[in-house]
């Protein structure tokens, strides 16, 4: 007895990479905007200022994780998260007590999603060609 779902062509799968890459970026571009919102709370630099960088750095990330598909969007997430960790090396020159501890903070954050990143590229490529070989070496019945 089959059913429908045996005898209908198997779906395409989600790419591991891609599924990694892109949940990468949006988590990192939640984290942008609370570090954002402590940045503007501390006026470590002009609220205009703030508000420029960090809502440009966590809208281009959303937006960089949707161009996974497109080619160069593993290029331009790499070079958003060299960004990031820029704009983060760019806090210890605020002129405010804490500046260090936070811009501290932001640059273990951002070196933390990088390590992430190469992570979600390295696995989710390897899983993609496992499941490739799997499938090859299984071919639908």
Not at 7 to 34: I, N
Not at 83 to 89: C, K, N
Not at 94 to 113: Q, R, W
């Amino acid at each position: 007895m089959s059913t429908a779902a045996s005898s209908a062509p198997t779906a395409r799968r989600r790419s591991a990479r891609h599924t990694f890459a892109a949940t990468m970026l949006v988590l990192e571009a939640f984290a942008v905007f609370f570090a954002t919102l402590v940045v503007f709370a501390l006026q470590m630099a002009p609220a205009a200022v703030v508000w420029a960088v960090g809502g440009a750095l966590a809208v281009t990330l959303v937006l960089a994780s949707g161009l996974l598909r497109r080619p160069g969007g593993y290029v331009a997430g790499s070079v958003v998260q060299a960004v990031v960790l820029a704009a983060s090396i760019a806090l210890f020159g605020a002129p405010i007590d804490d500046a260090a501890f936070v811009a501290g903070t932001t640059l273990v954050v951002a070196l933390v999603f990088v390590g992430l990143w190469v992570a979600a590229l390295r696995l989710g490529g390897r899983i993609d060609r496992e499941r490739a070989e799997w499938d090859a070496a299984h071919p639908a019945g």
